[in-house]
Structures are given as C-alpha cells and as structure tokens.
C-alpha cells in the first residue's frame, strides 16, 4: 500500500464518522462531572465561611452558563444523605433549569469511593461514544477534597479510562496537598476558595470545543458520496467499537475480563468462580471493518488515479 492510499484511509476515518454516523441530535461534546458528596464536603473552606459542597454548588451554577447548549452533560454525585439517585442529571442534552435544580439537590453524607464511580462515570462515557461510532469528544471531570476509600480501583480504573480516550479532569476543593491524581490525568487544578473553583470549573469548560469535521478534507470526502450508508456505518461500528467495553475490563480471545476483581466485597463465597461472559464478536467485526476499509481505499484511490489521468488526457 503506497502512501497515497494511508492518506486516503487515514481520510476516510476523520470524513466518514462525522459524515456517516450522526445519531438525530447534534451534541459534539459530552461531559461527565463527578461530584464528591462525602461528608468532609460540609467543611469550611477555611479561612472562608463558605462550605466546600455550597462553593461547588455556586461555582457550577456560574459556570454552567457558559456551557455551550449542544453539550451533552451528566452529573453523578456520590455519598449524599439525602439522595438515593446518585445520576442526579443523567448524561445528556443541556437543560439549565433541570440541570440547576440537580447541583442545587445534594447534601453531603457519607465516604469517598471515588475509583468506582470513576468506573460509573467513564462506563458512561464509553456507552454514548459507542453509540455515536466514537463520533464527538468526551470528558471526565472530578471535582473532590479528599482521597478515595477505594484507591486499588483509583489506581487500576484511571490509566485504563485514558487509555481509552476520554479526557481526565482533577480539581481538589481547599485539599491541605495535591490529590493523588494530580500528575495522573489530564489537567489538575487547585482550589483553595470560591472564586478559585469557580475560575478552575471555567477554564476546565473552556477546554470543551471542537466540531469534529475536517473541513481541509472535503476534497477527498468528494470521492465517498457513491459509498452506501449501511456500508460506511457497518465499517466505522467495527474500527470504533472494540475500546468501549466497561472500564476495568479487557479484551482477550474475545472475552471481557475483569482487570480488579469486582467481587473483592462481595457476600458471595470467593472459591465459587464468576461465570465468563459469552464470546462476542469484536475480533470478527474489527477484522471484516479492516476489509471494507481496504476495499474502499483501493475503490477510492482508482477514482482518484482516473480522475488525473483524465485531467491529463
């Protein structure tokens, strides 16, 4: 394969997802916010008399207009006294009014099992970016002042959540030295007072962009038009499918296999071995996308080559 025809593939990768696989909504962007609701979050923001949970409550009231309206937004709050429903506004379209009414809501509780609800949130994230064929970016955003119960899962879940692609957003609420996770993810910011977190909620906002088309391409996006649509999608499900199983799981002869052992607190006798789930059919699906890819570059690249011959003749 010369290299004309990578380019054309690498092509048909950046033209054909955004092109081909829209779902009916225009949301580009998509943002999980993790709120810590333990209980330390009913402190003061020394030497403030504003508690933790109601400066990140004000900070993102203020920030979320400034929230671009196609962004799809969640926010998953854990250890709350008061709420049985951790999605306390399930990942989706930006409703100002239902989305104020959720950060307003939480009362701090309990503890901080902050490596699972990474898993909650990025699961999340994985599920609408396989829906979407990996169309659009994704975010995960954390906002707590205190280490986790469950750091053997903050340790496995964060490197595998960034393996994958989605983008890790750390800010520690008035914390007496930088969160663990601090030279671990993407970006890390401190805020050490109201105006400090509400400054580090809009500059971690600011970085949500991106129309996810390559407008330099539409040269070559001419050569796709005579590509049926069920072909297109078909190949982009197999190429973008296979990272978007759960977080903490792996791929392997086609099995899902648990990286932490999920049922290390579980009542459930530890010598009875968890059930494997069925095969799926990833590896195949990859392989068959791999095919058409190749059989739509070669199409592609003698469109092109009898184009310049004609040009030439």
Known sequence: MNIRMWIICLAVLGMVVPAYCQTDDEALNHVVIVLDGSGSMDDLMSPTPVKKMDAAKDALVRVMETIDPETQVGLLVFSTSNLTEDWVYPLGPLDKDRLKQAILSPLPGGQTPLGSYIKKAADRLLEERARRFG???????????????????????????????????????????????????????????????????????????????????????????????????????????????????????????????????????????????????????????????????????????????????
């Open 135 to 313: 169309y659009g970016t994704y975010k995960l955003l954390i906002v707590t002042d205190g280490e986790a119960q469950d750091q053997d899962r903050v340790n496995t879940y964060t490197p595998d959540v960034i393996s994958r692609g989605i983008t890790m957003d750390v800010i520690g609420v008035a914390m007496s030295s930088d969160h663990t996770l601090a030279t671990r993810v993407h970006s890390y910011k401190r805020a050490d007072d109201p105006d400090a977190l509400a400054q580090a909620l809009i500059e971690v906002f600011a970085e949500v962009g991106g129309t996810g088309k390559d407008l330099e391409s539409e040269e070559v996006f001419k050569e796709l038009a005579s590509i049926p649509d069920d072909m297109a999608k078909a190949m982009i499900k197999a190429l973008a499918g296979s990272g978007n199983q759960p977080v903490g799981e792996t791929k392997k002869d086609g099995l899902d296999r648990p990286l932490l052992d999920q049922t290390a607190n579980s009542p459930s006798s530890p010598t009875e071995p968890a059930p494997l789930p069925e095969r799926d059919k990833t590896l195949k699906d990859v392989l068959s996308g791999l095919v058409i890819l190749a059989f739509i570059a070669l199409v592609i690249l003698i469109r092109v080559k009898l184009r310049q011959n004609k040009k030439r003749g």
